[in-house]
């Protein structure tokens, strides 16, 4: 049996329906479905503003600029995609790198520190894998410093902690919609504005009149391949989680495991295990795809101001991830598990 790391499944006939819709009416672009994707994102999550743009790392970019880093600190964790970073640089912003914790999302113990030390605009915490990180603490010390707190919730669609969504605890957030996420449009993203003073600058950089701006917009197919994607998202998380619990039942003791803050919602499962690599090739040889989340720390990619982080270079060398999609069938689910065990025992 061959069982792909991702499998897309979104292309319903309601998406082709909305698609055929869009091609009749000639409106491919600043219509019905961006318009609906973006009020119907924004009811979802709870916050001020939602505006759709071409990418997470655009999402960020917008976010961003909208908070002005420019020549000051933006403290990021060191395990994340590198859009993250990258992000920060593209603005101006001076990233500071901070270790991880058990739930590989900011290690709060060394935040205060770095806000005593340092000039910090935002606190850029990663809902990393779907968890979501310490937001109660994490805001109460950037209010106690006047620093912002941009979440990237890339990973994190309808993740939530005491009630409140990834993306509505912070002043902004930015969100992707690339191919492979839990809301998925193939490409694009969305900055959520929470507070209300942001969402004037940030419509000031989106949208064309009050001064130069970029054209980050997405067509109208994106967008109603998103707001698909978008209306079955309790459906499909249930069903990640559904995945990932059977998955753990069955490895609880034989790997590390992250730890759950709230609601998770399994953008990625993952595990980690000293012989990773060796898993990961005798997982290929019997047809199981991996993946290795993430081969490279954020200040080591970019050469930035760092804390130590040597739960964050643990994680490096022995993190993967399995399948997690919500078309994985039951019986793809037990090859998986009982080839992984089988793994396991002969190591």
């Known amino acids: ?118 000039d910090v605009a935002a606190i850029l915490p990663v809902h990393l894998f779907g968890n979501m990180a310490d937001m109660p603490s994490l805001t109460e010390l950037a209010q106690k410093y006047g620093a912002y707190v941009l979440e990237d919730a890339a990973q994190a669609h309808g993740a939530h902690y005491e009630g409140i969504k990834a993306g509505a605890w912070g002043d902004i957030a930015a969100f992707s919609f690339y191919a492979t996420k839990n809301v998925a449009m193939g490409e694009g993203g969305a900055v959520a504005v929470k507070n ?57 003791g034989l790997f590390g495991f992250q730890r759950e803050r709230g609601y998770h919602v399994y953008h990625v499962y993952s595990l980690r295990h000293s012989q990773r690599d060796l898993i990961i090739r005798e997982l290929q040889d019997r047809g199981i795809s991996t993946k290795v989340y993430y081969s490279y720390l954020l200040h080591e990619l970019r050469g930035a101001e760092h804390f130590p982080t040597p739960f964050a270079e643990k994680l490096k060398n022995e993190l993967f991830a399995l399948p997690m999609y919500p078309s994985l069938t039951d019986k793809e689910v037990n090859y998986v598990i009982q080839n992984l065990l089988e793994v396991v025992e002969k190591l």
Not at 16 to 39: A, D
Not at 218 to 241: D, P
Request: no cysteine; glycine share 6%.
């Open 1 to 118: 049996m061959q069982v792909p790391f991702f499998r897309f499944d979104g292309i319903t006939d309601e998406v082709v329906e909305s698609l055929n819709e869009i091609i009749s009416s000639g409106r491919l672009t600043r219509g019905k479905y961006t318009h609906l994707f973006e009020e119907e994102f924004k009811n979802f999550l709870g916050v001020e503003l939602v505006k759709t743009v071409n990418s997470g790392t655009t999402a960020l970019y917008v976010s961003l600029r909208a908070l002005n880093v420019e020549g000051r600190y933006v403290i990021v964790p060191a395990l994340s995609f590198m859009a993250t970073i990258d992000a920060v640089i593209l603005a101006g912003g001076k990233p500071l790198v901070l270790d991880v914790d058990e739930t590989y999302t900011l290690d709060i113990n060394q935040l205060e520190d770095a806000l005593k030390r340092y």
């Open 196 to 252: 209300i003073y942001l969402v004037k600058r940030v419509k000031q950089l989106l949208d064309f009149g009050e001064e130069p701006a970029f054209n980050f917009r997405l067509s109208e197919f994106q967008s109603a391949v998103g707001l698909h994607s978008l209306r079955r998202i309790e459906e499909n998380t249930r069903r990640r989680r559904a995945i990932a619990k059977k998955y753990s039942e069955n490895f609880k």
